[in-house]
């Protein structure tokens, strides 16, 4: 029969890291908590009769978060036939709490004392013998990230399974707690198994509800087990859930004393850096700065470099050419070559061109989180979360959507709080997502130069809009919620693995390419049909003026005036963005025949968009496609984290309404400052940010007290 090993430890003590060392498997390796969210299986190496089961990382088994909950519902229901705790050495205490319930689980229990190389590094030591004895089960010291002292713990696994042995030691708390324990195992002897007595009982006086249910007391017993809590509480003068996790840091902390020596107090190279990239001076403008830099070389230096070559050579020239003298020797249709050269190539190829872009963006990115400064950055925004009265938990996905919203929406599961889980799912598409890029970069390209500067402020302007909303919608009672407390481990600073990295960038890149080839393929042939034929389904002209979807546009315009892009081209790319926002880029290219040099500050491109918005027109289009309601994958899985029809659609129209309220006010105020423009809208736009200010400060009537001082004077 197979034999399943559970994977448990702290969130980033590097079970992914061991899981792939485990199973050979291939996996994403990632430094934020919260990847791990769903259950992964995969068998031993070279053994498939052992399982190994990867549990979500938790803290402890105290049900506060979803993963403690599916841990804990897993290892008592399957029971398996060993656990593995992946323990980070260089945080020993905080990590063995944790070991401590497992060891309670009466399962058969193995350490693997994960992170060695750190522990090294800092020159401390750890005496794994005594750690051994002292915890009753076997400890194997290992490195996940370099791989050694795995072949050593698969022997101790494969061998702990055969010998069948013994559960490991249980910590003993104080004489009078384990007093009342002993009352309480009185009690439960009859509902539950030998081995989860201890457990259960230590579970049970502590008042868990789920314990409690799952054991079916009668009332009689449920009273007398709060008579003993009550007892014991007023005996230790403290309350019952500190009573016992006191008692246990107390022991872990004599337990440390005792195996583990601390070495010569010098700083490691990663709180030195750590002193400068999370000081409260310094993290923010550090942060911007890693991001400019970022896009600089992604959008504006290196990958532009690759993208035009591809655009003018590759799509302007190469495809078009061949495409043409290959259906030209075949005397086909010229619609069709229409469809082919004007719809396919100058639409997917207009989208495709931002692939080096793109690439050169997932590789830093991909460097940024292997290196360990993403982890950094959430908590440098955590702290300015937490002062507009949002968690910082939040942040996780934010960080996740810049890739794409539909993971950064479903991260979102990870956060207990279930009112900062709606309003972080409302808002994570704030975020600029892969596809969003090369609509950035289109219109920066065209109007500004080709800057940095433009993609930067959409990164900083989606964290602006997901704290206005957080401020404003956190005033209202059904979203209402003090922001939980955020604890994240910091994972030491290393080189970036180039393997690790590259696979990353390159799956990310075929993800983008595929979509090109299929929902932005047919976006492209539905585009150029309804451009360049009319109702009666004659072919128009070549500006297509009165094409079906210029008649489409047109009937929007009077929404999009006051935005300052009333234009039939600009409006259709905005909706057939909503099936997917590379569609923007994809439908301008086919609409305006943009086939090549899309990125470049060509004076044509400059022309052909001049004719249709100025600058501040252009920059208010942008504000509007990248606030707005997300695409219909993102809408769907928004739907499905909610659970409901109308809170999704309150978040469509919370979105829809304040990508419409910016994109108004920067649009008419710009025209206003800049060029002297004062008029109707002028005077709404400053109505709405009138009203925008007020949400703003309104006073949160549902918040405690201190809370409303924070948010106040924040
Ligand atoms: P999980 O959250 O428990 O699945 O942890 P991961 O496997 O994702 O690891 C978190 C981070 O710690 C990653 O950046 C790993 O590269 C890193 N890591 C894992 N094991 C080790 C190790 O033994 N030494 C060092 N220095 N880093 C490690
Ligand atoms: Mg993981």
Known sequence: MKKVVALAGNPNSGKTTLFNHLTGGN??????????????????????????????????????????????????????????????????????????????????????????????????????????????CAVVPISAARGTGIDELIAVIQSTLEAAPAAPGVLTFSPQTEA???????????????????????????????????????????????????????????????????????????????????????????????????????????????MFLVYFVSIQTIGTMATDWVNEVVFGDVVPGAVESFMTARDVAPWLLGLVNDGIVAGVGAVLGFLPQMFVLFLCLAILEDSGYMARVAFVMDRIFRRFGLSGKSFIPLMISTGCSVPGIQASRTMENERDRRLTIMTASFMPCSAKLPVIALIAGAFFGGSAWVTTSFYFIGIAAVIVSGVILKKF?????????????????????????????????????????????????????????????????????????????????????????????????????????????????????????????????????????????????????????????????????????????????????????VSLIYYNLAQWFVNGIFGLWTVAAIAVLILLVALLLRPNRYLALGQKKELVSA
């Open 180 to 290: 009342a324990l002993a009352q309480v195992m009185g009690i439960l002897a009859t509902h539950t198994s030998a081995d989860l007595l201890r457990y259960s009982s230590i579970q049970a006086l502590q008042a868990d509800e789920l314990t409690l249910a799952r054991l079916q007391l009668s009332a009689n017993e449920l009273a007398m087990i709060k008579g003993i809590r009550t007892e014991l509480e007023q005996d230790l003068d403290d309350e019952i859930d500190s009573i016992i996790t006191q008692e246990r840091y107390e022991a872990l902390g004599r337990l440390a004393d005792a195996v583990q020596t601390i070495g010569p107090a010098k700083l490691s190279p990663t709180d030195r850096i750590d002193r400068i990239v999370t000081s409260r001076l310094l993290g923010l403008p550090i942060f911007i700065l890693v």
């Open 477 to 661: 009672k059904r979203l209402a919620a003090e922001p939980a407390p955020f604890v994240m481990e910091m994972p030491s600073y290393h080189a970036p693995r180039a393997l690790t990295t590259l696979k990353y960038a390159l799956s990310k890149s075929w993800a983008f390419i595929k979509r090109a080839g299929t929902i932005i393929l047919l976006s492209a042939i539905v585009i150029w049909f309804l451009s360049n034929f009319d109702w009666s389904l004659r072919m128009v002209e070549e500006s297509g003026a009165d094409s079906i979807l210029a008649s489409l546009g047109n009937a929007l315009a009077w929404l999009f005036y006051p935005l300052g892009f009333n234009n039939w081209q600009s409006i259709v790319a905005t909706i057939t963005g909503f099936i997917a926002k590379e569609n923007v880029v994809n439908t301008l290219g086919i609409v305006m025949n943009l086939g090549s040099g899309l990125t470049e500050e060509s004076p044509e491109l400059l022309q052909a968009f001049g004719a249709l918005l100025n600058t501040h027109g252009a920059y208010s289009f942008l504000l509007f496609n990248m606030l707005c309601m997300p695409c219909f994958a993102a809408v769907g899985a928004i739907k499905t984290e909610m659970a409901s029809t109308k809170w999704t659609l309150a978040a469509v129209a919370w979105q829809m309404g304040l990508a419409y309220a």
């Open 27 to 136: 996996q994403r390796v990632g430094n934020w908590p919260g990847v791990t969210v769903d259950k992964k299986e995969g068998t031993l190496r070279r053994n498939p009769e052992i399982k190994i089961q990867d549990l979500p990382g938790i803290y402890s088994l105290s049900p506060y978060s979803p993963e403690e909950v599916v841990s804990r519902n897993y290892l008592i229901e399957e029971r398996p036939d060993l656990i593995v705790d992946v323990v980070d050495g260089s945080n020993l205490v905080r990590n063995l709490y944790l070991a401590t319930q497992l060891a309670e689980l009466r399962v058969p229990l193995v350490i693997a004392l994960n992170m060695m190389d750190v522990v090294e590094k800092t020159g401390a030591k750890i005496d794994v013998r005594e750690l051994s004895e002292r915890l009753g």
